[in-house]
Protein backbone atom coordinates (compact mmCIF):
# COMPACT_ATOMS: atom_id res chain seq x y z
CA UNK A 1 0.00 0.00 0.00
CA UNK A 2 1.20 3.68 -0.86
CA UNK A 3 1.76 5.62 1.72
CA UNK A 4 -0.22 9.11 1.87
CA UNK A 5 1.85 12.32 0.64
CA UNK A 6 2.10 15.07 2.62
CA UNK A 7 0.52 18.47 1.40
CA UNK A 8 3.51 20.35 2.43
CA UNK A 9 5.93 17.24 0.43
CA UNK A 10 3.78 18.48 -2.84
CA UNK A 11 4.32 22.33 -1.94
CA UNK A 12 8.13 22.12 -1.92
CA UNK A 13 7.84 20.00 -5.40
CA UNK A 14 5.55 21.73 -7.33
CA UNK A 15 7.07 25.50 -6.25
CA UNK A 16 10.07 26.27 -8.00
CA UNK A 17 10.37 30.02 -6.52
CA UNK A 18 13.59 30.68 -4.57
CA UNK A 19 12.67 34.05 -3.06
CA UNK A 20 14.28 36.47 -5.08
CA UNK A 21 12.07 35.65 -7.56
CA UNK A 22 8.40 36.80 -5.82
CA UNK A 23 9.93 40.39 -5.54
CA UNK A 24 9.06 43.28 -7.87
CA UNK A 25 11.58 44.07 -10.62
CA UNK A 26 12.44 47.78 -10.13
CA UNK A 27 14.62 50.22 -11.96
CA UNK A 28 16.89 49.77 -14.78
CA UNK A 29 16.36 46.02 -15.09
CA UNK A 30 12.45 47.08 -15.41
CA UNK A 31 12.89 49.59 -18.23
CA UNK A 32 15.04 47.13 -20.22
CA UNK A 33 12.40 44.72 -19.93
CA UNK A 34 9.98 47.45 -21.35
CA UNK A 35 11.81 48.11 -23.79
CA UNK A 36 12.76 45.09 -25.13
CA UNK A 37 8.96 44.02 -25.41
CA UNK A 38 8.42 47.09 -27.20
CA UNK A 39 11.05 46.15 -29.35
CA UNK A 40 9.25 43.22 -30.03
CA UNK A 41 6.29 44.41 -30.64
CA UNK A 42 7.18 46.80 -33.11
CA UNK A 43 9.49 44.39 -35.03
CA UNK A 44 7.02 41.63 -35.35
CA UNK A 45 4.00 43.82 -36.52
CA UNK A 46 5.94 43.19 -40.19
CA UNK A 47 4.65 39.05 -39.80
CA UNK A 48 1.30 39.98 -40.00
CA UNK A 49 -0.11 39.85 -43.54
CA UNK A 50 0.78 38.11 -46.22
CA UNK A 51 2.28 39.28 -49.22
CA UNK A 52 -0.15 38.05 -51.71
CA UNK A 53 -2.58 39.47 -54.59
CA UNK A 54 -5.77 38.07 -55.58
CA UNK A 55 -6.58 37.00 -59.21
CA UNK A 56 -10.03 35.65 -59.56
CA UNK A 57 -10.63 34.28 -56.18
CA UNK A 58 -7.28 33.07 -55.87
CA UNK A 59 -4.43 34.35 -53.78
CA UNK A 60 -0.74 34.20 -55.28
CA UNK A 61 2.28 35.53 -53.66
CA UNK A 62 3.63 38.30 -55.10
CA UNK A 63 7.12 37.12 -55.13
CA UNK A 64 5.82 34.27 -58.03
CA UNK A 65 4.47 37.06 -59.91
CA UNK A 66 7.62 38.96 -59.74
CA UNK A 67 9.86 35.78 -60.93
CA UNK A 68 7.19 35.32 -63.83
CA UNK A 69 8.18 38.91 -64.98
CA UNK A 70 11.86 38.25 -64.68
CA UNK A 71 12.02 35.38 -66.67
CA UNK A 72 9.34 37.60 -69.50
CA UNK A 73 12.46 40.34 -69.25
CA UNK A 74 15.20 38.19 -69.35
CA UNK A 75 13.58 36.10 -72.67
CA UNK A 76 12.91 39.57 -73.87
CA UNK A 77 16.48 40.41 -73.30
CA UNK A 78 17.82 37.36 -75.14
CA UNK A 79 15.81 38.19 -78.13
CA UNK A 80 17.01 41.79 -78.09
CA UNK A 81 20.52 40.81 -77.67
CA UNK A 82 20.32 38.32 -80.82
CA UNK A 83 19.28 39.94 -82.99
CA UNK A 84 21.34 43.38 -82.99
CA UNK A 85 24.18 41.16 -82.24
CA UNK A 86 25.47 41.34 -79.25
CA UNK A 87 24.33 37.82 -78.20
CA UNK A 88 27.95 36.54 -77.79
CA UNK A 89 28.61 38.96 -75.01
CA UNK A 90 26.09 36.98 -72.59
CA UNK A 91 28.63 33.90 -72.00
CA UNK A 92 28.02 31.55 -70.40
CA UNK A 93 24.11 31.20 -70.81
CA UNK A 94 24.18 28.77 -67.63
CA UNK A 95 25.19 31.93 -65.31
CA UNK A 96 23.90 34.89 -67.09
CA UNK A 97 20.10 33.92 -67.79
CA UNK A 98 19.86 32.56 -64.28
CA UNK A 99 21.45 36.16 -63.10
CA UNK A 100 19.27 37.86 -65.10
CA UNK A 101 16.17 36.39 -63.59
CA UNK A 102 16.89 37.29 -60.27
CA UNK A 103 18.08 40.38 -61.11
CA UNK A 104 15.00 41.59 -63.07
CA UNK A 105 12.88 39.63 -60.57
CA UNK A 106 14.21 41.59 -57.78
CA UNK A 107 13.97 44.94 -59.26
CA UNK A 108 10.45 44.23 -60.20
CA UNK A 109 9.11 43.39 -56.19
CA UNK A 110 11.24 46.49 -55.10
CA UNK A 111 9.76 48.89 -57.34
CA UNK A 112 6.18 47.08 -57.38
CA UNK A 113 5.45 45.82 -53.75
CA UNK A 114 8.09 47.74 -51.66
CA UNK A 115 7.56 51.60 -52.82
Known amino acids: MRSPIEPQT ?9 GNDTAMR ?9 ALSLLMCVLLTACSGSPSLGV ?7 WLFCVVGGVILTA ?18 AIVYPALT ?10 GFNL
Open 10 to 18: LRKTFTAST
Open 26 to 34: TGPARRCEA
Open 56 to 62: LGAYFPD
Open 76 to 93: IVHVFSYRHGYGGWLTPP
Open 102 to 111: VLFSIVLWAV
